[in-house]
């Protein structure tokens, strides 16, 4: 049976120090005088945080930017207590390319730019590509010819703006996460190119043959459905994945 942390232990500045996450250590962080073990979370790998924050750090003067309130703090367990206020020691410089500087340079000037580019994006392709076999699915069910064209709509507007959510979502790993492979990450840099070419595939396919789902129940319309079909798994799987890095849930 595991034993509790004992969170009343105290914890000076140096012992704070010692869980940067480097080379294995443990992640410990910082709040409002309490020290927490946050070694669980994906978003703390290597003791760096969206790279902006560090492990072994007083936090409470750098919460007031995240995207997220105190409750976070619950998901993880408390490890003892800050024995003091006093300055902290330096975190060692990280190596950051010339763009990334930048564009650091830039983010602090505009910080709209940090988290909300994809996340706006993101959101046509998801319902564009949803839609589209959605209303495929409802021109054969009602046999409603407007539907299906719909459906055609739907599908050019989620092969328009996918490539547009491919290109932000770098933009934010490598900024935000600096292009740490992280379980999500990869899964969605895997995803997003399959349902790019499997859109842009029934796309091109539909425009070359208007009455591909006329003649329902031939081979050809058969294929052309399930590729349409297939996009509603694929968005599925990649918007969780996202969910996963926004919105982190302690496993036990």
């Given at each position: 049976m595991k034993e509790k942390p004992d969170q009343e232990r105290e914890w000076t500045p140096a012992e704070l120090a010692t869980g940067s996450g480097a080379d294995g250590a443990p992640?410990?962080?910082?709040?409002?005088?309490?020290?927490?073990?946050?070694?669980?979370?994906?978003?703390?790998?290597?003791g760096d945080h969206m790279g902006q924050h560090r492990a072994w750090h007083d936090l409470t003067g750098e919460f007031p930017d995240a995207p997220h309130g105190e409750e976070v703090f619950a998901r993880y367990p408390q490890v003892g207590v800050l024995k003091e206020e006093v300055a902290e020691p330096e975190a060692p410089a990280a190596k950051t390319s010339a763009a990334r500087d930048f564009w650091q340079r830039v983010v602090k000037r505009v910080p709209l730019i940090r988290r909300h580019p994809h996340p706006m994006v993101?959101?046509?392709?998801?319902?564009?590509?949803?839609?589209?076999?959605?209303?495929?699915?409802?021109?054969?069910?009602?046999?409603?010819?407007?539907?299906?064209?719909?459906?055609?709509?739907?599908?050019?507007?989620?092969?328009?703006?996918t490539p547009v959510a491919i290109?932000?979502?770098?933009?934010?790993?490598?900024?935000?996460?600096?292009?740490?492979?992280?379980r999500p990450v990869v899964i969605k840099l895997i995803a997003s190119?399959?349902?790019?070419?499997?859109?842009?595939?029934?796309?091109?396919?539909?425009?070359?043959?208007?009455?591909?789902l006329a003649r329902w129940g031939d081979a050809p319309s058969l294929v052309y459905l399930g590729l349409m079909c297939i996009l509603i798994p694929l968005v599925s799987i990649i918007g969780a994945c996202g969910a996963e890095l926004t919105f982190p849930v302690n496993r036990e």
């Open positions: 992640v410990h962080i910082a709040f409002r005088g309490k020290v927490y073990d946050v070694s669980g979370s994906g978003l703390w790998a290597g993101v959101h046509f392709p998801i319902v564009f590509m949803i839609a589209a076999p959605v209303f495929s699915l409802l021109a054969l069910i009602t046999g409603v010819k407007s539907f299906e064209v719909t459906g055609f709509h739907c599908l050019g507007g989620g092969v328009l703006f290109v932000t979502g770098w933009f934010t790993w490598w900024l935000n996460y600096e292009c740490r492979w992280l190119p399959v349902l790019l070419l499997a859109g842009a595939g029934a796309f091109i396919w539909r425009y070359q043959n208007p009455e591909i």
